[in-house]
């Protein structure tokens, strides 16, 4: 069996006609994965809080030729989501590809976080993503499918020291599976991606980094161009028989860090 490599590529990298939703898209990560999906053919709307930002990614990206519009968004919001929706069906008719993005940190223990700031954490990483799956999916389905990518971190293979954080991240795991298992025969693909530590302009310079880079076995924080190809592939349609299923980025660090570790000081390695 002959392969068609021009087909595959395509397959791969064309997203021509498609239509994505990023959430904290304007900056960060988020405006990265924008960019990408831009580029590859997509009419991405930039979705986030950050005003100022997203309408100068929204200038960039059309100065170049490529299809975005920025609509400042509450992902706790319900109404909000509903405007995101009446604006896209407006745009183009059609949504594809959804990246539930937008996340938030409190770096609190347990002991120190009251219980409205837990609600916080949990209500936009968590519940966002939920309310962006819930009406994104008969909009999806309408056109024969999509792919939803909540993006939830290796903290939810861990018990990190960040508990509303690390909760949400779990809960996003739970949630992909759930609604993989709910949307599959609508031809919904849902999949979560679980980045390490991902270098961007918010963390560059902190403190947390030397140590985490020195526990990673690959010895280096990832970039968060290395997420966005990921989020490509996976709106992509040779992503196409893959749903449910959590794609950690992280250096090998939840692979087995902590026994790397004590191998190098044992001598083993």
């Known amino acids: 069996m002959s392969v068609d490599f021009q087909k595959a590529k395509a397959a791969l990298t064309d ?29 991405v709307l930039i979705c986030d809080v950050l005003e100022e930002e997203g309408q100068a990614l929204e200038a960039r990206l059309t100065a170049d030729g490529l ?59 968590a519940t966002g993503a939920f309310i962006g799956t819930k009406l994104a999916a008969p909009l999806m389905a309408e056109t024969g499918g999509g792919s939803i990518i909540n993006i939830s971190s290796n903290s939810g293979f861990s018990g990190h020291y960040d508990p509303a954080y690390t909760s949400s991240k779990w809960a996003l795991r739970g949630l992909t599976r759930t609604a993989a298992m709910e949307f599959a025969e609508e031809g919904i693909r849902v999949n979560a991606i679980c980045p390490g530590l991902i270098v961007t302009d918010l963390n560059r310079g902190s403190a ?56 190098k000081e044992t001598g083993i390695l």
Do not use: C
């Open 208 to 263: 947390h980094l030397g140590p985490m880079i020195g526990m990673t076995p690959m010895q280096r924080a990832g970039e968060a161009d290395e997420v966005a190809q990921l989020v490509l592939f996976l709106a992509s349609d040779g992503s196409g028989f893959i749903t449910g299923e959590d794609f950690v980025v992280d250096g090998g660090f939840t692979a087995g860090s902590g026994y790397r570790r004590v191998a």
């Open 15 to 43: 997203l021509s006609g498609k239509t994505a939703i990023v959430t904290g898209g304007a900056r960060g990560q988020g405006a990265v994965e924008t960019e990408l999906l831009a580029t590859a053919g997509a009419s």
């Open 67 to 125: 299809q975005a519009k920025f609509l400042k968004l509450d992902v706790t919001s319900e109404a909000g989501w509903a405007e995101a929706m009446d604006l896209v069906k407006d745009w183009t008719g059609r949504l594809d590809i959804l990246v539930n993005n937008a996340g938030i940190i409190n770096r609190k223990i347990i002991r120190d976080m009251s219980v409205d700031e837990w609600r916080k954490v949990l209500d936009v990483n």
